[in-house]
């Protein structure tokens, strides 16, 4: 390397300290609370400007750095992708989806630059390690944004990478890299839900999230005050497809609440552009946030939660029912496994602590369950109820197998069904003094139909399913059924009806027909008298469209005739009317899809009858 002079050793001095300065602030951001809306806001702005300062210092004085210092391409694509993370934390805090695709930008200028191309020729496997958490990165930015087909193209690189790591290194765990590459894979079996098959130009990579053009229009009156403030999604199902903490159903369920972005996605990065700081947020406005009168947010704010414990899961509630300003509401969305104990074997008219509850964290092995549900449920699933173990002694009696978890003292009974690991519809009842609206995905979502309405606030309940046809069943690992009807409507009426495949010419003469539904929903709501409780939430296009895609799945499923008995269909609490379910204005539009779709057969017209229900 060339001597120094003593302005260049300035420079590189000032790059070094701006490089330790950007490690440390970005390192600090771990220590931030991870809910709450203002904590965050300064620290996460000083950390922005000092990436801010490095990429364009880097770029003033690169010559100097290069020969002088010895910057390498990796160091600067280290930089970007930083910089790149910090816009994808951004988007996590804010759900605004500009700062996802400004991630998007920096991960995709970094694989178009080839910043580490060379990562493999240095001596220590560390660069090596940044650059396959790089790839695993920019997947989890391309999945969000629908970029299914690039996200194939980055798994094929991610999986020659995680060779090449593993030859050159020797590494010891490439073995976790090939998993992760495994967990991509399965999410990609499992989205899309049904594959669209075409015959000349591949289509585009479809988006679920929220269109204007799309949603229906109600004009919004004094009994429909409330606004979608905070959501918070679990995600706890322990055989669901997920990657990267990110089940299938918490993936579908976020876009619903997002909208699509509008106008052009940011171009590759120039080097010669500095990254465009995201806007903080000084004060509160009716969604989110504004600095000056510029920019607002436009998505509710969304917490993710994978197998959180009760307890962390009652601190985000808590930290959002804190928050929320006048006329806010919130959104619970719980995707988990249910838990019923013996002595509860009706929860029909159980409440708060007595009926059970949802396992949502997955330090928690499912409690064991008792023998008669154990029975119940096999003599419903399709597969050969039998397991190993009885194939091992099938004289042995399955009552000398089996803990009697049924028998002994009500005490005991009780200390069995009240776990401290288990959330519990109890949970929930101080909450209610907020404005609720909750989504329950579960072989139990029936628990939580009996949460009272003490405070008198809005309270709106979406219940999956309690139990599926055999052959829907056997999928629930791809995702559960009412999260893919709220996802897209269209796909949940094709999965139901266990078709996975369609041509496009049926998506196009379908998608329309589903969208007349949900124009013609919205119109026979401001005429047919409905529950005020619903009323509360129309007025929010999220609450909206949500309720809208319920109605049609209801709407449907009460049609199927797969789906034979009331517990396999959802329910909401308050219910829906019966005029509404099963009107001659959209029984027809139902029955044209299936039409379309070549699964008459499947669908009874209940319309003018009101034989829709079912025993």
């Not at 003033?60 to 290069?66: A, E």
């Not at 010895?70 to 970007?80: C, N, P, S, V, Y």
């Not at 995600?235 to 699509?260: C, H, P, W």
């Not at 495949?501 to 049926?506: A, L």
Request: charged share 25%; net charge neutral; glycine share 6%.
């Amino acid at each position: 390397m060339n001597p120094i002079e003593e302005s260049e050793r300035k420079i590189i001095i000032e790059f070094c300290h701006l490089l330790e300065k950007s490690k440390v602030l970005f390192n600090g951001l771990r220590e931030l609370p991870q809910y709450g809306h203002k904590q965050w806001q300064s620290y996460f702005g000083r950390t922005f400007d000092v990436y801010t300062k490095l990429w364009k210092f880097q770029q003033q004085h690169r010559d100097i750095l290069d020969s002088k210092y010895g910057l390498k391409r990796w160091q600067i694509g280290e930089i970007a992708s930083k910089i790149g993370q910090l816009y994808y934390h951004f988007y996590l805090r804010t759900s605004e989806t500009a700062y996802l695709r400004e991630a998007f930008a920096f991960y995709q200028a970094i694989r178009a630059r080839r910043y580490y191309t060379h990562a493999v020729k240095e001596d220590k496997c560390e660069l090596m390690v940044k650059k396959l958490r790089y790839y695993a990165r920019f997947i989890v930015v391309s999945l969000l944004l629908n970029r299914l087909k690039l996200v194939d193209d980055l798994i094929r690189e991610l999986d020659n990478q995680i060779i090449e790591y593993g030859t050159t290194y020797n590494a010891d765990d490439q073995i976790e890299w090939t998993v992760v590459v495994d967990e991509v894979k399965a999410f990609l079996d499992a989205e899309p839900a049904v594959q669209i098959l075409h015959t000349d130009v591949p289509i585009p990579d479809l988006s679920n999230r929220i269109h204007p053009d799309h949603t229906p229009y109600i004009e919004r009156g004094p009994h429909m005050y409330l606004t979608l403030q905070d959501v918070i999604i679990v995600g706890s199902n322990t055989q669901q497809a997920k990657f990267s903490e990110l089940t299938i159903d918490m993936y579908r369920i976020l876009q619903v609440l997002e909208k699509e972005p509008i106008g052009p996605a940011p171009q590759i990065l120039n080097e010669d552009i500095p990254p465009h700081g995201p806007p903080l947020a000084p004060h509160s406005t009716q969604r989110g946030y504004v600095v000056g009168d510029s920019f607002r947010r436009d998505n509710p704010h969304k917490y993710l939660l994978f197998k959180p414990t009760a307890l962390q899961f009652l601190v985000y509630l808590a930290s959002s029912c804190n928050d929320l300003p006048p006329n806010g509401a919130i959104l619970l969305y719980i995707s988990a496994d249910g838990y019923i104990p013996p002595h509860a074997r009706n929860t029909e008219n159980l409440t708060g602590y007595d009926c059970g509850g949802f396992i949502t964290s997955g330090k928690l092995e499912t409690p064991r369950e008792p023998r008669e549900a154990r029975d119940s449920r096999d003599s419903r699933d399709s597969r050969d109820p039998r397991d190993s173990r009885d194939s091992r002694d099938s004289r042995e009696p399955r009552e000398s197998r089996e803990p009697r978890d049924s028998r002994g003292s009500q005490s005991e009974r009780d200390r069995r069904g009240k776990d401290i690991y288990l959330l519990y519809p109890g949970d929930i009842y101080p909450y209610t003094r907020r404005p609720l609206f909750i989504i329950v995905e579960s072989n139990c979502s029936g628990l939580m139909q009996n949460i009272p309405r003490h405070f008198n606030q809005p309270l709106v309940m979406l219940l999956s399913a309690q139990e599926l046809p055999a052959g829907l069943t056997e999928r629930t690992h791809q995702g559960n059924l009412l999260t893919l009807f709220l996802n897209n409507p269209l796909m949940g009426f094709c999965a139901s009806c266990e078709l996975y495949t369609i041509e496009e010419r049926m998506l196009d003469a379908c998608e329309p027909l589903v969208l007349d539904f949900l124009f013609q929903s919205i119109q026979l709501i401001t005429r047919i008298r409905i529950d005020m409780n619903f009323f509360a939430f129309m007025g929010d296009e999220f609450l909206r469209m949500i309720i809208l895609r319920y109605l049609f799945c209801e709407c449907s499923l009460r049609m199927n005739r797969n789906f034979r008995s009331r517990s396999q269909i959802v329910r909401s609490v308050p219910t829906l009317p019966e005029e509404l379910l099963s009107h001659a204005s959209l029984v027809p539009i139902v029955l044209k899809i299936a039409d379309n779709l070549g699964v008459r057969s499947h669908f009874t017209d209940v319309s003018g009858t009101g034989s829709g229900s079912r025993e």
